[in-house]
């Protein structure tokens, strides 16, 4: 998919590959790259999927794989957990037990 | 000239890179082999009180609500031996433009770095400390970068820090998101050589500074309101720089008997640069993995000498349970009416159950809160836990295995504040300024500023020195 110059996108890129990452890391930590997401204005047309350069909000250009134009934000309060709401039920009944406040 | 950017070339220019965006040349306070005018420093980079006022009330920084948590004391009270249970209160940080207390520490460095000149500020933190730097950067008319480590290896992200992320673009920052490893410190150096703009570091003094108003203003509140100084305060500890702020604000007010309590959440056995281990954890600040290497070794912060040195003011450090401050949270929230953030909560949780080994007329504070919101929730928080594996359930905290399981209080009275034996913290900071400077003898002023610097007697620092086999000369 084409996305136009001047869209606001979000890049990817790989800061480190797995040789070139600190001596002193954990095992797991060691097999995988350093990567790196940001977003900022496409200097040029783009596919997705492509290697592009983007102009950051604070004017820095930084290359990378383009991946989406109009990145959203799409963190929520997550799937409802039950175990909350006895919480304050519990907390209630232990503070004000026998007391008038039904 | 191109400038070689490989991992070790990049390191290699660390010392410069710094100097440059920080603007203080250290070495200044240096003498011996380890020790260094910490007073001095302080004195001579930071502010006065007097100054950090103005800074941070111009910035509509401070002075935030003192509130007594009447309920969570009676509540206290009710499951207590009798005649204990300390006034709970809090200082509601949240109130700050950022939404935390570390609206205290940015207030600060971006005053700072627009006094000398700078263009931009760059912060590495995945922490509060982004937003406030950004909202700061937002009054100030700077430019903003954060560096935050954000995703596993499979590109999923911790909802907290994605938040945060969100909020730091909402003042107009930039935000480079990294996955895990020490290696951010690469990108933040090459984003400083980069661009030129100032380290508003965690670390400086004028960051550490900026939360002395904090403990000032807790002495001076609490004096207004209930006629004397706290007994204890609480501090989320996790760089230092809180507990150590608050420390020095609340001596600069005269109250020198309070005792100054740090508490952390335990996250026992996950290690902070495994990849894996990620998102395993509920908490992404305020915990072990930075609490303990922080404080027996605070230099190993992105500025050569820290300016957060919690073992100079702690009396006691305790530990608790992610469940236990979920559990707080919502306690918080449900008998007080308050909904903040749950890393804030961590000294909360720790409150709740020193107030229980205190007198009724004595009083402990928890010395702040944090917004709330998406992702930087009790609900999102433990939802994502359920999702990577982590079994949530009720019964004793004591039963939690930090990466396996969360374990909410099955009833309040389960809630507990774990000591941690600080001098044996003491004695690893002694044996990392040790093995970190490969000495084997050290000078009488170096001896001096050891005991200063961990806050212990002689025979103390030179049993722990002796048993290392390093001598005074």
Redesign the interface.
């Known amino acids: 998919m084409q996305i136009e110059k001047g869209s606001w996108v979000r890049i990817h890129d790989i ?2 590959s797995p040789q ?3 001596p ?3 095992e ?2 060691k097999k ?9 204005f496409l200097l040029e047309d783009g596919n997705i999927g492509e290697r592009v350069e983007i102009e ?5 250009r930084v290359a990378g794989t383009l991946l989406e134009a109009n990145p959203h ?1 799409d ?7 039950p ?2 709401l ?3 039920l ?3 009944k ?2 004000w037990a026998g007391e008038n406040h039904d | 000239m191109t400038k070689e950017m ?2 070790e070339a990049l390191m290699a220019r660390r010392g410069e890179i710094m100097k440059q965006a920080v603007g203080i040349d250290y070495s200044v306070f240096e003498y011996g082999k380890i020790a260094f005018d910490y007073e001095r420093m302080m004195r001579e980079t930071g502010y006065s009180l007097q100054e950090m006022q103005v800074i941070q009330g111009e910035s509509g920084v401070g002075n935030t609500p003192l509130l007594e948590l009447k ?1 969570l004391t ?2 206290a009270r ?2 207590a031996p009798e005649g204990k249970g300390a006034r709970i209160f809090v200082k509601d940080e949240a109130s700050n433009p950022s939404g935390s207390f570390k609206a205290r520490r940015a207030a600060n460095a971006v005053y700072h770095a627009k006094k000398l000149g700078y263009k ?1 500020v760059i912060a590495a933190t995945s922490g509060n400390y982004g937003a406030a730097v950004a909202s700061q950067a937002a009054m100030h008319g700077l ?3 954060i560096i935050q480590e ?2 596993d ?1 499979t ?1 999923k ?1 911790q ?1 907290e820090i ?2 945060k992320a ?1 909020k730091c ?1 909402a003042y ?12 951010l410190f ?2 933040f150096l090459k ?1 400083l050589e ?2 030129g703009y100032f380290n508003a570091s965690l670390y400086t003094p004028f960051g550490i500074a900026g939360v002395e108003t904090l403990g000032y203003e807790l002495a001076m509140q609490f004096r207004e309101r209930v006629g004397k100084d706290p007994d204890v305060v609480v501090c989320t500890n996790a760089g230092g720089g809180n507990l150590t702020g608050t420390a020095r604000g609340l001596i600069k007010a005269g109250a020198n008997e309070v005792k100054i309590v740090g508490a952390s959440v335990n996250l026992k056995g996950l ?1 902070m ?4 281990d990620f998102n395993k954890k509920s908490f992404t600040t305020g915990h072990t993995g930075f609490g303990i290497p922080f404080s027996t070794w605070p230099d190993r912060s992105d500025v050569p000498r820290s300016a957060a040195r919690p073992l100079r003011y702690i009396d006691r450090y305790v530990l608790v349970n992610q469940g236990e401050v979920f ?1 707080m949270t ?2 918080l ?3 007080e009416g308050l909904e903040r953030g749950p890393a804030g909560n961590t000294s909360l949780a720790a409150a709740f159950y020193i107030a229980q080994e205190m007198e009724q007329d004595q009083i402990i504070v928890v010395q702040e809160t944090e917004y709330t919101g ?2 930087k ?8 836990a ?2 990577n594996g982590i079994e ?3 019964g004793n905290p004591e039963d939690e295995i930090q990466g396996e399981n969360i374990i ?1 209080p099955s ?2 009275s389960l809630l507990r504040a774990r000591d941690i034996d600080v001098n044996k913290l003491k004695a690893s900071y002694i044996k990392n300024c040790v093995n970190q400077n490969q000495l084997e003898e050290l000078s009488e002023e170096d001896l001096a500023f050891l005991m200063k610097d961990c806050n212990a007697p002689k025979d103390f620092v030179l049993n722990v020195l002796e048993e290392l086999k390093v001598r005074i000369s």
């Open positions: 800061v480190l070139d990452r600190s002193n890391l954990p797991d930590t995988v790259p350093l990567e790196m997401w940001v977003k900022g950051t909000i604070t004017g820095r934000y963190h929520d309060f997550g799937k409802f957990v175990e909350i006895e919480i304050g519990q907390l209630k232990v503070l | 490989t991992y309920n009676a509540l009710k499951i931009g430019k903003c970068i954000c995703y290896s590109h992200g909802p994605i938040e969100r673009e107009g920052a930039e935000v480079v998101q990294l996955t895990v490893g020490p290696e690469y990108t984003t980069e661009t290690h640069a495994s990849d894996v559990y919502e306690a929230a449900q008998l998406a992702g929730h009790i609900q999102p928080q433990l939802s994502f359920k999702e949530l359930k009720f909410l009833h309040p």
